[in-house]
């Protein structure tokens, strides 16, 4: 055998030490990472996450620029729930100092200045650069991307940072230019929040009627400040009828008919996967344990797919593991099927201890390559219940108030046949 000289020997036995010190060098980084957004997760105080995010600034000069915009969107967050309006904005601006071309930052920074009624000029710049921005990002769809997926992202995207364009206006007491931009916000994404916008801005100009129809409407969904949205409904209402007769009649007929709404779209949605058998996975819980879910004929299965970066997931768990808790001594099954990655295990079991949820957690790969895509989620939360013979007979999009009356109500349905 053909000996290799000494010389080669050593530069492959350099090349191979410096390949392994890189890669302990980055598991290590790693970790640090994960302990670092554990950390953040876990305090609850917005001051001690500030001094903890400035801790990890100063003493972690390996952090990358991503890591860097990161923390100083946290130390903007926290100093905006501590209503240190000044400190915020300094927050929001160093981290697009290090990216001035990311538009979701320029749409916070002067959505909170809209909020705050602040620097209300620099706000108007800031949210007409985010749209602009994402206008050019959203003209070429990737490869990867599905069309339906990449349009909802962009209507979300676009309405929402309209919405900011909206406010500020409305804050600079140009009411005709923000109802004209709060009109094509909600054409773009019929949020609740940006319809308690539209409906302040339609009172405002003195379109009274329209303005009652959508702050009712607002206040049958998840708007941003309820309490003031529901006085400001009543001033508008007293303004118009001089008296609050029929208001309450007016608010129950726009529950129903948002949760005729959402029964509706619901149903539309999930007909390609309602009735249909559940594809079969073959998932490790994060003990390790392997799950198939066609050893679970004779159940009623619940799958949840979430990621902790969601925070309508964040919201939705408790109503799940209500549901779970009420449900021990029925034949049914609860997995929380996350979307992170195996990579993210360690992360995710944190989180999970921490918040005490009894269900079990199955590592479902990254959203968008993993068994969501082989379950047709297009977005998370979304909720499955699969009956005993292994049949979807019901689907959950996005977060729900009233999740945990609707899984209850759905197992005990299925457990009777």
């Not at 055998?1 to 080669?8: G, H, I, Y």
């Not at 009894?358 to 590592?363: C, I, S, T």
């Not at 297009?378 to 019901?394: A, E, L, R």
């Amino acid at each position: 055998m053909k000996q290799v000289p000494f010389l080669l020997k050593l530069m492959m036995g350099l090349s191979l030490a410096a390949v392994i010190g890189s890669s302990l060098i980055w598991f290590d980084r790693q970790s640090k990472l994960i302990k670092m957004s554990e950390q953040l997760e876990a305090e609850g105080d917005p001051g001690k996450r500030i001094e903890l995010a400035k801790g990890f600034l100063k003493n972690t000069a390996w952090l990358d620029q991503n890591v860097q915009k990161k923390l100083y969107v946290v130390i903007a967050q926290s100093h905006s729930q501590l209503g240190q309006g000044p400190e915020m904005v300094e927050g929001f601006k160093s981290a697009i100092t290090i990216d001035p071309k990311d538009h979701n930052l320029l749409n916070n920074l002067a959505y909170e200045l809209a909020k705050n009624k602040t620097d209300l000029d620099s706000a108007e710049a800031y949210s007409k650069r985010s749209i602009d921005l994402a206008k050019e990002e959203f003209k070429a769809k990737p490869w990867d991307v599905s069309q339906e997926r990449w349009d909802r992202t962009k209507a979300q995207t676009i309405g929402n940072y309209l919405d900011t364009y909206g406010w500020v206006y409305y804050q600079k007491g140009n009411y005709f230019k923000a109802l004209e931009q709060l009109q094509e916000a909600f054409r773009f994404i019929p949020e609740p929040t940006i319809e308690y916008h539209l409906g302040l801005a339609y009172y405002q100009t003195g379109q009274l009627d329209s303005a009652i129809t959508h702050l009712a409407d607002c206040l049958a969904g998840q708007v941003e400040d309820p309490q003031k949205a529901k006085t400001d409904f009543e001033t508008v209402y007293l303004a118009r009828h001089k008296n609050k007769n029929g208001m309450e009649d007016l608010l129950t007929k726009a529950r129903d008919k948002k949760t005729a709404e959402e029964i509706k779209a619901d149903s539309a949605s999930a007909a390609t996967v309602i009735g249909r058998p559940a594809p079969e996975f073959r998932l490790s819980d994060l003990d390790g344990t392997i799950h198939k879910l066609s050893d679970h004929r004779g159940k009623v299965v619940v799958l949840d797919f979430w990621a902790t970066w969601c925070q309508p997931c964040k919201m939705s768990l408790p109503l799940v593991d209500k549901a779970f808790l009420a449900s021990q001594d029925k034949e049914v099954l609860f997995f929380a099927v996350n979307l992170e990655g195996t990579d993210k295990k360690d992360m995710v079991k944190s989180f999970w201890i921490r918040k005490g949820y009894g269900f079990p957690v199955l590592m479902g790969g990254m959203m968008g390559n993993g068994i969501d895509k082989v379950y047709q989620v297009s977005g998370i939360p979304t909720t499955f219940v699969i009956d005993k013979n292994g049949i979807i007979k019901y689907r959950h999009i996005g977060y729900r108030q009233n999740l945990d009356q609707l899984l209850l109500k759905e197992i005990e349905e299925l457990l009777k046949q």
